[in-house]
């Protein structure tokens, strides 16, 4: 049985390989990327992913991760794409087709109708010279010196380079483009990146009666019960209008406490936090988790464009949502 530092070795010696065939990708890239990254800039239809075998599985991820930044994107199985499936590809799409050799026979017998569709095909391939290659608009060079596989015979080395060489396409398309994490959230409502990217402050904030809030003539005694009673470590003071004038907290209390103030006759509105930090309801609960960081805060009041208390939140509250 091998022994573990063989183990490490054989790892390492994978990485290594794999590591070098990035490395000369990049030092590759040259006008031929540029020109790709303008065709599915300017594509009107959807990019078309096809490959097979352990192609079609990074063409899977290639398609997915186009999709998921701004490029709309699906995979077609070339096989399934000679028996009737190539219904999916229209003159709008553009083809980018995977084949290490450039010689895959489902591939390559798409081509004529590809061709007659007027689509153009974007080559993943190590030779120019291939089917694919010389039937290609753009070829991009995934070539390797070596697989990682210690047989040379399983694709490792030129998988992860056409992995990569995908995801470089996409995030170039992306940064191109301008797109914004919100814009990634729209794309992902189901995961916790979604959620903690387009909640909002209203869809968590206290409302009504929950909301903490005194009169500015409140004693700092009958603050602290609304503090005690609503437990979000701080209460709004309003005015005879119902305008947010000021923030009372935990900290505010210790503060006056040092000062050896009489917090029975003293009004609450001597002490407070004068304004102090709010936010909307309209505003995405991260940002606002950004201010709370920001300010060194834990809670937060939300208020109208009247300035008028309508919510109230802190960190735990955004911890439970998912935002934190």
Excluded at 82 to 106: Q, R, Y
Excluded at 139 to 164: F, H, K, R, Y
Excluded at 278 to 285: D, G, H, I, N, S
């Amino acid at each position: 049985m091998k022994n573990t530092s063989a183990y490490i070795l054989s790892a390492k010696r994978v990485i290594d390989i794999e590591t070098s065939a990035v490395q000369k990708l990049a030092q590759r890239l040259d006008n031929h990327f540029v020109q790709a990254c303008e065709l599915l800039a300017g594509c009107k239809g959807k990019v078309v992913v096809s490959g097979m075998g352990k192609s079609g599985h990074i063409g899977h991820k290639i398609a997915a991760t186009l999709a998921s930044t701004g490029t709309p994107s699906f995979f077609m199985h070339p096989g399934e794409a000679n028996h009737g499936d190539l219904g999916m590809l229209s003159e709008n799409d553009v083809l980018l087709a995977i084949s290490n050799s450039g010689e895959t026979s489902e591939l390559v017998n798409l081509l004529p109708v590809v061709k007659r569709l007027n689509v153009p095909v974007i080559a993943m391939t190590n030779s120019a010279t291939s089917s694919l290659g010389q039937h290609a608009d753009i070829v991009l060079d995934i070539s390797v010196e070596q697989e990682a596989c210690s047989l040379g015979l399983a694709p490792t080395s030129s998988t992860t380079t056409t992995l990569v060489l995908g995801d470089a396409l996409a995030i170039a398309l992306l940064d191109a483009k301008g797109f914004t994490s919100t814009d990634f959230a729209l794309s992902h409502p189901g995961g916790s990146l979604g959620r903690k990217l387009l909640l909002k402050v209203e869809d968590i904030m206290l409302t009504g009666d929950d909301l903490p809030l005194v009169k500015e003539s409140a004693t700092i005694t009958e603050a602290l019960l609304e503090i005690s009673s609503k437990g979000l470590g701080m209460t709004g003071i309003i005015n005879k209008d119902k305008t947010l004038v000021g923030i009372f907290t935990d900290g505010d209390l210790r503060r006056i406490l040092d000062a050896k103030t009489d917090i029975h006759t003293t009004a609450v509105n001597v002490v407070m936090t004068q304004g102090g930090r709010v936010t909307t309801a309209e505003t995405l609960a991260v940002e606002a988790l950004n201010i709370m960081e920001a300010h060194k805060i834990s809670a937060l009041m939300v208020v109208d464009a009247q300035q008028k208390p309508v919510g109230a939140f802190n960190m735990h509250m955004l911890l439970k949502a998912g935002v934190i």
